[in-house]
């Protein structure tokens, strides 16, 4: 495994480290952003691209919290257009197409939505299907994303709705819409491709770090690999914690939700071409969704339930969250889904900002997604709520909360990789590779030009190859083989996939670097 040059982006244990050690000798810097999930990020990178020196520091590793368990939708607000809230699904139509154009065309994918009628759909119900559909196009074009890109929403026949999903229940089908939406190809991913160009603008970024006090003026911190504790100095501090704002801000009232998915086996659903969308019976605007990945598995979603209590580092998806939403898939399908259809699962918490009267009893699920940018009596700024897709835009209003004379340029700044959705890599290079590195699949691949056996999969039936972990170690910051298994390739979402690769993953992480943390 050569060492290949290293690129201005790289995350390395050795450059962490030189990093910490410069801000512990007490140099300061203009902006420290607490929280490494992708709002975090986005604010890192907002204020590095603005020339302003860049400080970030996370508890545990990046996209450890929320931003790992979305359902990977880039979407354009269809669901926030069914509840009247017009803002919100125009800032995720502009903030699709930016991410769609300039930002990350390499990991976002246009995905078919397919919303099927059978004969008991209610007229009505399907002239409202084709308003929302019609009026989020109607936002599409406005934010200029093209038509090549997101094609307009259209009725197919029931030979064409079959052909994207052969599970479907062929004999009540009568037809469906279908509308097209982005899909990125991994979240966590998404967070660490910003990241890492936030760290190419000059951005430290400290994992392992946890701030245990916040004031105006910095943050006292502590290393959680070595134990070291010490004081950041910054002219500026932004609080992008999530549904954990409240341990460092306890005036910023956050209401979690938990979004539970179940992982399927794509032969369940007849190995769909496209995602298959089910209203919720006798609830205004909410849906349950089947997604195929380009990994294969289908992701299946979703729940909006209030989280009461302590919020655990973890979440789990309870068993009754599953069974409700196989449950209302199986509506649609010709057999009914089952737990063994079931080959992982996994629950979210949103950090939804508590309304301000308070009427917040009945649950979250017709909360509004709207972000807060706070500026605490204490000086330092909270940035809070929002979701996936509005992430560079909660950034920016975080950063002008600032007021500062630099301009943001986020809207046109390419991440990492970033190159045409579908650009053909280089020769010999796995079309994998290209899907999940854009523009960097070449030199991913390079990490194997001594051993050609990196370019194999870690274990058989599972799609991850040798060279994916080997860059987790030498570019992403990976510092534990966790951090590997879980955020840079995902494999633990499948306990199944997880058991036959864990040792083999381990093997090439510790080959590189001794220091790797197994447990």
Known sequence: MPAATAAPSDL??????????????????????????????????????????????????????????????????????????????????????????????HLIRPLPHVMPAFDDTALRDRALVRAGLNAADLLRVAARTPRGALARPRHIGPEQVITLVPGIDSQRLRGATVHWDGQVVDDARLVVAVTRTAAAYGARILTRTRAESVSGEGARVRDTVSGQAYDIHARHVIVATGVWTQS????????????????????ALGFPRAALTVPVPNERGRFVFALPTTDGPVIAGITDEPEPGPIPDVPVAPLNDVTWILEQLSSALSRPL????????????????????????????????????????????????????????????????????????????????????????????????VRHYGAEAGRVANWASDDPSLLAPVAPGVPVLGVEVVHAVRAEGALAVADILERRTRLSVTPAALERARDRVTEIARAIDPDMEIA
């Open 248 to 267: 460092l801000d306890p005036a910023t009232r956050i209401l979690a939700s938990r979004g539970t998915h179940a992982v399927l086996d794509p032969a």
């Open 338 to 433: 089952s737990d063994d259809d079931v080959i992982g699962t996994y629950a979210g918490l949103r950090p939804l900002v508590a309304p301000a009267d308070g009427n917040d009893s009945d649950g979250t699920a017709d909360i509004s997604r709207r972000h807060l940018v706070r500026v605490t009596n204490d000086g330092y700024v909270v940035v809070t709520g929002g979701k996936l897709t509005t992430y560079r835009r909660m950034a920016q209003d975080a950063v002008d909360a600032l007021r500062l004379d630099e301009q943001c340029i986020t809207a046109t700044t390419p991440l990492v990789g970033a190159q045409p959705y579908r650009a053909a890599g280089p020769v010999g290079v796995p079309a994998r590779l």
């Open 12 to 105: 390395t244990r050795a450059r962490r480290a030189r990093d910490r050690d410069t801000l512990a000798a007490g140099a300061p810097v203009d902006v420290l952003v607490i929280g490494g999930g992708i709002t975090g990020a986005g604010v890192a990178l907002d204020a590095a691209t603005r020339g302003l020196s860049t400080a970030l520091v996370e508890a545990e590793d990046l996209a450890f919290g929320t931003s790992r368990w979305s359902s990977k939708l880039i979407h354009g607000g269809l669901r926030y257009l069914a509840h009247g809230d017009v803002a919100v699904a125009w800032e995720s139509a502009v903030e699709r197409s930016h991410l769609m154009g300039a930002i990350a065309p």
